[in-house]
């Protein structure tokens, strides 16, 4: 059965669109510093106080898909193809992010640009730790709160930044994941 959305919902939808992409646009035209949430407001036709209804703070405007990256997170947990194991997963899932889905040059450039938003993103970013924890416990039957699913969990996301930062992304995500999966024994 298909969801219907109504009329609220849908003009809620739409004022948050865009307002992150009137947001989006300007820190790209004209520099993250060089414009302020007023600016962001009009171009989006709403009021700073209707601005701030829907994003907590400057920063968070750049950053609007934060719920579909954590169902993406758990779904690729919980969707993972028969034979895949959850690290096979979380690997295979963080690579379609960089490669396929992944941000845009220029939207890397704007984020590593401002050191304000680098931490954002960061902090943003882990904030999926619990729920990634809570769905590698439960495809594992590990009880919830178990320290290796929160641990898996935290180096899977933090694997992210180096996996971006690495020239061959591919084979620092073979590496980190193959780490994850056997230990840290070399021998």
């Known amino acids: 059965m298909t969801e219907v959305i109504g009329r609220r919902e849908r003009k809620k939808a739409q004022t948050r669109k865009a307002l992150a992409d009137a947001a989006l646009e300007l820190f790209l035209e004209r520099g993250y510093d ?11 036709d709403v009021s700073v106080t ?5 994003f907590p703070s400057k920063e968070a405007l750049v950053f609007d898909q934060d719920e579909d990256v954590e169902a993406a997170l758990v779904g690729a947990v919980h969707g993972r193809p028969p034979g895949y194991t959850v690290v096979d997963a979380l690997r295979e899932h963080l690579l379609r992010i960089v490669s396929h889905g992944g941000p845009s040059d220029e939207f890397i450039r704007l984020i590593e640009s401002e050191p304000v938003l680098r931490d954002y993103a960061r ?6 730790e619990t729920a990634l924890t809570r ?11 178990d320290v290796a699913c929160a641990a898996l969990a935290r180096f ?3 694997s992210r930044e180096l996996i971006l930062a690495d020239q061959h992304p591919r084979r620092a ?14 021998e």
Request: glycine share 8%; charged share 30%; hydrophobic share 50%.
């Open 34 to 44: 060089q414009v302020g949430v007023k600016e962001v407001a009009d171009a989006a």
């Open 50 to 54: 209707t601005l701030f209804k829907y």
């Open 123 to 128: 902090r943003m970013w882990m904030r999926h």
């Open 135 to 145: 769905a590698i416990a439960e495809e594992t039957g590990a009880p919830e709160g």
């Open 156 to 158: 899977a996301l933090a």
């Open 173 to 186: 995500a073979e590496e980190i994941f193959a780490r994850l999966e056997r230990g840290w024994r070399t």
